[in-house]
């Protein structure tokens, strides 16, 4: 079956700077690519994603790119603020995994004013 | 509020005791899927449903868990005999027809003693 790594676990950013996680998935026919953002007690939230015919996909402040060769694809947070501060699990769905969603570990995000 | 819906938003049993979660989705919404999360991981998947059929089913889905989507609306999920294990937090999140994106409810937080 797929899987899914994600790097890194924690991350600690002053307000302002930029925020990069990066994930690797093992199956190439894989072809839909998910962030969520999940804060504590509550329901993962999507704020982006991507599909395997598209590089890359920014809306406002957040972009994801993905290189298909390599296998894997990045989330890219610009100008942080606290309010990020959260977890955020990358995902994989597609090929042999139709349907159904492969999450990383997840990254602990914190921002710091 | 028109998003997925999940209730109990928390369960605590004795070891042992049945428990039965359900989860409305979004209206017309014709995919549902069920995963667990254990603290400090990401949402693993158990099981989905296209309409009333349930297409798939993960190898975490023991015997003693089952689900149901009997009129291709809401579903259950049922555990049987619960184990200490089993606490976790129970996501159900659903799609519609055509796309891949998979909105998340809230989830049952269970805690078996």
């Known amino acids: 079956g797929e899987n899914v790594e994600q790097h890194p676990s924690t991350l600690s950013v002053q307000e302002g700077d930029s925020a990069v996680i990066k994930c690797t998935y093992s199956?190439?026919?894989?072809?839909?690519f998910p962030w969520y953002k999940q804060e504590l007690g509550k329901r993962p939230q999507l704020i982006i994603d991507i599909r395997s015919n598209v590089g890359e996909k920014k809306d406002q402040r957040i972009a994801v790119t993905l290189n298909k060769t390599a296998k894997h694809f990045s989330l890219h947070i610009t100008e942080t603020q606290p309010e990020d501060s959260a977890v955020y699990f990358c995902a994989v769905a597609g090929g042999t995994s139709y349907g159904k969603l492969t999450f990383g570990q997840g990254t602990i995000l914190t921002v710091h004013p | 509020d028109t998003g997925v819906s999940q209730d109990p938003r928390h369960k605590i049993t004795k070891r042992g005791q049945n428990v039965t979660f359900r989860c409305d989705p979004i209206?017309?919404?014709?995919?549902l899927y069920w995963y667990r999360q254990t603290l400090g991981q990401g949402p693993e998947f158990l099981t989905y449903?296209?309409?009333?059929?349930?297409?798939?089913k993960s190898r975490l889905l023991s015997d003693r868990f089952s689900a149901e989507r009997p009129k291709g609306s809401f579903s259950t999920l049922e555990i049987q005999r619960t184990e200490q294990g089993d606490s976790a937090m129970y996501l159900c999140?659903?799609?519609?027809?055509?796309?891949?994106?998979?909105?998340f409810g809230p989830g049952t937080r269970l805690l078996v003693l």
């Open positions: 449903f296209q309409n009333e059929a349930q297409l798939e």
């Open positions: 199956d190439s026919a894989s072809n839909y």
């Open positions: 209206s017309e919404h014709n995919r």
């Open positions: 999140a659903s799609s519609p027809r055509l796309q891949e994106t998979q909105y």
